[in-house]
Structure formats: structure tokens, C-alpha cells
Antibody, heavy 126, light 104 residues
Framework: QVQLQESGPGLVKPSGTLSLNCSVS?????????WSWVRQTPGKGLEWLGD???????NYNASLRSRITMSTDVSKNQFSLELTSVTAADTAVYYC???????????????????WGHGTEVAVSS | QSALTQPASVSGSPGQSITISCSGD?????VSWYQQHPGKAPQLIIY???NRPSGVSHRFSGSKSGTTASLTISGLQAEDEAHYFC?????????FGGGTKVTV
């Protein structure tokens, strides 16, 4: 069974950098295609931040493209998120997620997020 | 960025059926639905408009007409009380609806 677990600081200062890791267990990250980050705020709801392939290929939400970087560490079986120049608007619960593999059709649904981490709360405050 | 519009709340009695709409840029077949209980991560309950992942109750069903997708919950149960979100892939990004609070 695929399991995801986010980790990182729960508090980041304004203008600082938010850094989170997502540890994957149950499957090597190289065995599946894309891995995503999603955040949730009371005001804006769910927001997809972007995703990354194990080779490092990325696809970011255009609204964050100037501030976001995702990376993978195959040796640790994890992937990471960095968000720079954070403001209070970046305060949210951050989730890592993976799409669904439909074994009946041998199709990977990249944006049907079947597996989620528990989420980690990040507050941006001085 | 395109938006998906959901009703803020829907309510029903145990045993009834309810339908949640999701209107907007969901013109292709990439619509998914998620259930979220307080303090928990979202759970995928419908993908590709009508498909249920393994383990999801048959009481959940999805459909789409034009640019409006719908989630129907049949035989409403107390455990169905939660928030429900639709999502769609469009213009190289994933967008989510604002969420619907279902009260049983």
C-alpha cells in the first residue's frame, strides 16, 4: 500500500522559504510517474501546486511558477517542495499526493489523487 | 484561471439521495470527486467522471452533462456528512471546486 508522509517546519517567517519533504513508502518513486503537492486554506480551498516526475521533470501551477521548486531524492524515496518569498497567504495545510493506477485499463490517472499524506500545517508568521 | 462552482451546502435525510453539482471548465473527462472529513485528507471517490476507485461505496456515482459534472450520493448515511470537492484538469493545471458541505 502506498503511504505518503509530509515533514517540515510548521512556522516560516514572512519573506522566508517554505521547505517540505514527502516520504514515500510502499512503492519506489521511480516506479510511478508523477507526484503532486496540494495545499488547503479555509479561504481558497484546495489548490494544486504542481507535480514532479522522478527524473526531475516538473509542471507547476502558473500562479506560483516564479516562487516554486520541486525536486526528488530517489535514494531517500522522497520528493520535496520549496516555496520562496512566502507571505501570510501561503499559510495552509500542505499535502503530498499521488494519482491512481487503474489496473483494469493499465492507465495512470495522474490527477486523480488516490493517495494523500496526512497533511502538515504551515503558518507564515513573524 | 478557470473556476469550478459548487453549491456551498446540501442537506438530506438518512436514506435519501442528494446530488452535488460542479459547473465550469469541466468539459473533458478528467473530473474527479473527493470526500473530506474534518481534520482528514481528502479521499478520492470518483475519477474520470463516473469511475469509482476500489473500495468506494456504490452509493457514490458521478455523471456529466455539458460543462456540469454531478456527484450523487444514494441511501444517505450519517457517515456521508463531510465536505465534497470536484476537480478537473484544464490548461495544464488542476483546479478544484470550492467545496460543498453535506449535512445528513
Amino acid at each position: 500500500q502506498v503511504q505518503l508522509q509530509e515533514s517540515g517546519p510548521g512556522l516560516v517567517k514572512p519573506s522566508g522559504t517554505l521547505s517540505l519533504n514527502c516520504s514515500v513508502s510502499g512503492v519506489p518513486i521511480v516506479a510511478t510517474t508523477w507526484w503532486s503537492w496540494v495545499r488547503q486554506t479555509p479561504g481558497k480551498g484546495l489548490e494544486w501546486l504542481g507535480d514532479i516526475y522522478h527524473t526531475g521533470l516538473t509542471n507547476y501551477n502558473a500562479s506560483l511558477r516564479s516562487r516554486i521548486t520541486m525536486s526528488t531524492d530517489v535514494s531517500k524515496n522522497q520528493f520535496s517542495l520549496e516555496l520562496t518569498s512566502v507571505t501570510a497567504a501561503d499559510t495552509a495545510v500542505y499535502y503530498c499526493a499521488r494519482g491512481l493506477w487503474d489496473s483494469d485499463t493499465s492507465t495512470y490517472f495522474r490527477y486523480a489523487f488516490q493517495f494523500w499524506g496526512h497533511g502538515t500545517e504551515v503558518a507564515v508568521s513573524s | 484561471q478557470s473556476a469550478l462552482t459548487q453549491p456551498a451546502s446540501v442537506s438530506g435525510s438518512p436514506g435519501q439521495s442528494i446530488t452535488i453539482s460542479c459547473s465550469g471548465d469541466s468539459s473533458d473527462s478528467s473530473v474527479s470527486w473527493y470526500q473530506q472529513h474534518p481534520g482528514k485528507a481528502p479521499q478520492l471517490i470518483i475519477y474520470k467522471v463516473t469511475n469509482r476507485p476500489s473500495g468506494v461505496s456504490h452509493r457514490f456515482s458521478g455523471s456529466k452533462s455539458g460543462t456540469t459534472a454531478s456527484l450523487t450520493i444514494s441511501g444517505l448515511q450519517a457517515e456521508d456528512e463531510a465536505h465534497y470537492f470536484c476537480s478537473s484538469y484544464t490548461v495544464r493545471t488542476v483546479i478544484f471546486g470550492g467545496g460543498t458541505k453535506v449535512t445528513v
